[in-house]
């Protein structure tokens, strides 16, 4: 049920900086476009469409403490802001609450739920999860692909992995890396290890070259309705 004063689906711009990202959450929200109509989805440039709600995929970006989600609230067409990550540190999540953000969403929610919660976002509500209520969250080797797509996904990289990756891809050290996923250290060079096991790498510098040629850097497009539909 949509809210009482919206007859209509509720509608949803999608911001990352990865195409396969974005196009993967649109996916898993086109069974309930008769709740929620993803009108844009943004990879690096910013969207002109007005919305009711900003959908920010975390994946390769800054936390909600940095400044991006800072520009996201600010912008009155991006509508209210929600973020959707694999990172639920309680730490994020209250300065999430602190700065106005309307939604704080697990990647362990289905489609379903997702939809759901994005409708109650529209509703007045604020949203805040850091699990599926229904479903345990999902563990290192068990991110389950009907949550979206990544990079490296094709390659057996678990979305924190290509992440990771897509970091050093990016040029990030290991502490800059730890700083920007809100992880430790430890966490960083354990999926380091993991995913050069999987890329078939043994160096950083191999590792840059892997990423580059598997789609591990930004992209810089902006899809609409149609060209989502069209997916």
């Not at 008769?34 to 970006?61: K, N, P």
Request: with cysteine.
């Amino acid at each position: 049920m949509l809210p009482s004063d919206m007859q209509r689906p509720v509608r949803v711009a999608l911001r990352n900086d990865y195409e396969l990202v974005v196009v993967g959450l649109a996916a898993l929200l086109q069974p309930h476009a008769d709740r929620v109509e993803v009108i844009e989805a943004m990879a690096t440039v910013d969207g002109d469409a007005s919305v009711d709600i900003t959908l920010y995929d975390t994946f390769s970006q800054t936390q909600v403490d940095g400044s991006d989600v800072d520009e996201l609230l600010a912008d009155p067409a991006c509508g209210k802001a929600v973020i959707y990550t694999w990172n639920t540190d309680p730490r994020l999540i209250d300065i999430a609450v602190q700065k106005g953000v309307h939604g704080y969403l697990p990647k362990s929610l289905s489609g379903k739920l997702l939809a759901d919660a994005l409708v109650d976002v529209a509703r007045g509500q604020v949203v805040v999860m850091t699990n599926n209520p229904r479903v345990p969250l999902a563990s290192e080797q068990d991110e389950m692909e009907q949550y979206g797509s990544w990079p490296g996904q094709a390659y057996g990289l678990t979305a924190r992995e290509a992440e990771v990756i897509a970091l050093i891809t990016q040029g990030l050290r290991n502490q800059e890396i730890a700083d920007q996923a809100a992880i430790s250290i430890n966490s960083v060079k354990t999926h380091i290890r993991a995913a050069y096991r999987k890329m078939g790498v043994s160096s950083r510098s191999q590792a840059v070259l892997w990423g580059v040629e598997h789609g591990m850097l930004p992209d810089a497009v902006r899809l609409s309705k149609p060209a989502l539909q069209r997916r």
